[in-house]
Structures are given as C-alpha cells and as structure tokens.
T-cell receptor, first 109, second 113 residues
C-alpha cells in the first residue's frame, strides 16, 4: 500500500529561523509530489514536483525532490508568524493523491 | 477567479440520519474530488468525479456516494451516519482528471451525535 511519511510531526521555532520539513514515500507509479499549507480550513497549494533535483521556489519557500531516495524537503527561510500552519505533502499516483499526516509548524514571535 | 465553495460549512446530525454536502468547483474545472479529514487518519481520498461520472474511488463503504452535475458542481451523500463519520469533508477541483494540482474548498465540518 502506498505510504507517505512526514517528519517531524510538529515543530516550534522563533521568527527568523529557517526550517526544513521532510516527506518520504513508498509508492508505486509515482507521478508527482505536491506540498500544501493548511491554516484553518482549506489546504492551499504550494508546489508540485515531478523531476528529481530541480528546486522549486516561491519567495521564502523552496522544495526539492529526490526520486532515487524517495523523499522531498520543504524549506522555509526567515520564518514569520504567518507561516504557522500544518504543511502537508501528497504523492500523486495512478488516480489519487495520498497525503501524509502533516507537520504542524508553530512560529513564535 | 472565485475559489472552490462548499456548503454548508457546519452541520450537526444524529446517528442513522443521512447528509448531503455540496461543492462548486473553480470555473472551468471539470474534476471534483472529495476527501475526509480526521485527526487520526489525516486526509483520505473518497472519490473523484469528471464529466458527471465517478472515475475513481477510495476505500470507503457504500454509504458514501456522490454525483456530479453538468455544470461540474458535485454533491456528496452519506447515509446511515455513524459517530465515526464526524470529520472535515473537503472537496478539491482540478482542470483535468487524475491526481494533479488540486485546489481545495474550505470544507464542511460534520459532527455526528
């Protein structure tokens, strides 16, 4: 069965810190890996990665995929309190997205 | 462009009742997927509709069903509610069929008492 594991489960940092969130997967028929940010309700789309070794960036957030080692990381630099959220990674397989349980990030002022 | 909308936002039902949730996708999106989110299990795929047909289904009992209309709006129905059905139900829309970039609605919080 397809599996997506995120670590750590939760993380508390101070504003200005840099964080790295991890996502590893054991899946068949890999198509892509997606990252979402969930604050109160709706997960909001961050990145979709399909190729190994190519970094995607959006402001202070960046992500990279390693298809050989089956993992992805999400980096957030110069964290702000507004970055506090649950970060979800999801693997896109044959027909559905399989989500990890998420990493709860808390950024304190 | 307006985002994905879901109604109602909150719902309280009792065991044995049935419930219908509604989802309107982003304009131009033809695929609607439904997910159940609980603290223990996380986000789990229920099913996906495209062009009014259920195309894919997750591992949920037959009490969970849905449909899609010609304007791509979708409804999800849960019959004979159980306490364990209490969850946040999210729908997500996408331009194309399959596990691609999906955009989520705010969800419907269902509480079964």
């Amino acid at each position: 069965e397809d599996k997506v594991v995120q670590s750590p489960l939760s993380l508390v940092v101070h504003e200005g810190d840099t964080v790295t969130l991890n996502c590893s997967y054991e899946v068949t028929n890999f198509r892509s890996l997606l990252w979402y940010k969930q604050e109160k309700k709706a997960p909001t789309f961050l990145f979709m990665l399909t190729s190994s070794g190519i970094e995607k960036k959006s402001g202070r957030l960046s992500s990279i995929l390693d298809k050989k080692e089956l993992f992805s990381i999400l980096n957030i630099t110069a964290t702000q309190t507004g970055d506090s959220a649950v970060y979800l990674c999801a693997f896109a397989g044959n027909y559905k997205l399989t989500f990890g349980k998420g990493t709860l990030l808390t950024v304190n002022p | 462009k307006a985002g994905v909308t879901q109604t109602p936002r909150y719902l309280i039902k009792t065991r044995g009742q049935q419930v219908t949730l509604s989802c309107s996708p982003i304009s131009g999106h033809r695929s609607v997927s439904w997910y159940q989110q609980t603290p223990g299990q996380g986000l789990q795929f229920l099913f996906e509709y495209f062009s009014e047909t259920q195309r894919n289904k997750g591992n949920f009992p037959g009490r969970f069903s849905g449909r899609q209309f010609s304007n791509s709006r979708s409804e999800m129905n849960v019959s004979t509610l159980e306490l364990g059905d209490s969850a946040l139900y999210l729908c997500a829309s996408s331009i194309r069929l399959g596990p691609y970039e999906q955009y989520f609605g705010p969800g419907t919080r269902l509480t079964v008492t």
